[in-house]
């Protein structure tokens, strides 16, 4: 075998030195790692990856769990480099959009009840309901449950109004007086009263018709005189007034009201006159009356006997 043949470079140097002589260099051994490294020599982790696991490759840190840093569970809150995040729930589920849906159907109903006096109290059951759905609707949004923000702050804000709605409805209904005010007299409760009797209110109020004034063509004119006998004033807004042809009723086309400028409101001791004007139709005997002077009295009943030709008045009976 030649002697000049190089030695085989896969072999390991012998004992005794042969072998490849030792090439000038650094000296034997890794250097330390910098300060700002890893011993595998990649940079070290910024304090955003706290929480991960290096890669078995070493390749840099890891989330530890799927998505990025810590997670929650499903309906929780993920977080990661860039701070947290809501959830989006578990794949494949429906949304839970049940509530705010529900919110505002409540909201609605329960606005519209709060516009009436008598209805308030329902309106403001339906107002609180509508608060408390809406809350849990809204919190289902941002967990990512639902869908239907919108309609879930609909449902919540419309509750809120109702609320407060049915609330000044309730505590006006609360304040009124309850029911209307009776008649004392019997003149115009258990029987009707005629023309020129005096019908008597619980609160003072007086009510006498004089008798029908023929104003041709089958129209009369029922003049009625309020006096006020009470130490307070009497409320005579919205009173109601219905006419009866031998115990038929007119359409109000028949009727025509003429109100005095200070018919809202009658001071103590004051009195005041209201002329109705009637269209009745040909050869009618009676003409009866159904009065209530404010939206707060109750009916009374009259009846009065027209001005004709009575030669041939026929058998009457007053069950109206």
């Not at 009510?207 to 004034?213: I, Q, S």
Request: hydrophobic share 35%.
């Amino acid at each position: 075998m030649s002697t000049d043949r190089e030695p085989n470079p896969f072999r390991a140097p012998a004992a005794d030195g042969g072998g490849i002589p030792p090439q000038a260099g650094p000296p034997a051994g890794p250097p330390p790692p910098p300060t700002w490294q890893q011993p595998g020599g990649y940079p070290e982790a910024p304090a955003t990856w706290a929480g991960r696991q290096p890669h078995p490759g070493g390749y840099g840190p890891q989330p530890a769990a799927y998505g990025y840093g810590p997670h929650a569970g499903p309906y929780g809150t993920h977080t990661g480099p860039y701070g947290p995040y809501p959830g989006y729930g578990i794949p494949g589920a429906p949304p839970r959009n049940s509530q705010g849906t529900m919110a505002l159907v409540l909201g609605i109903i329960g606005a519209v009840l709060g516009i009436t006096v008598i209805l308030g109290p329902a309106g403001l059951v339906l107002g609180v309901l509508a608060v408390i759905c809406g809350s849990i609707g809204v919190r289902r949004v941002r967990r990512g449950e639902a869908t239907n923000r919108g309609v879930a702050l609909g449902g919540l804000w419309t509750g809120v109004g109702a609320t407060l709605l049915s609330a000044v409805t309730t505590v006006v209904m609360v304040m009124e007086p309850g029911g209307f005010v009776p008649v004392e007299s019997g003149a115009g409760s258990s029987r009707m009263a005629e023309a020129g009797q005096q019908v008597r209110y619980a609160d003072g109020l007086t009510v006498t018709f004089a008798e029908p004034e023929d104003a041709g063509d089958g129209t009369f004119v029922l003049t009625a005189t309020l006096d006020n006998g009470s130490p307070d004033p009497v409320r005579l807004t919205d009173g109601d007034f219905f006419a009866f042809a031998d115990g038929e009723e007119l359409s109000s086309r028949d009727i025509r009201r003429e109100d005095p400028s200070d018919m809202r409101r009658l001071p103590a001791g004051a009195s005041v006159t209201v002329a109705h004007t009637v269209t009745v139709p040909a050869d009618t005997w009676f003409l009866q009356v159904d009065f209530a002077p404010g939206w707060d009295h109750d009916f009374a009943f009259w009846e009065f006997a027209l001005p004709l030709d009575r030669s041939a008045e026929p058998d009457h009976t007053t069950d109206v």
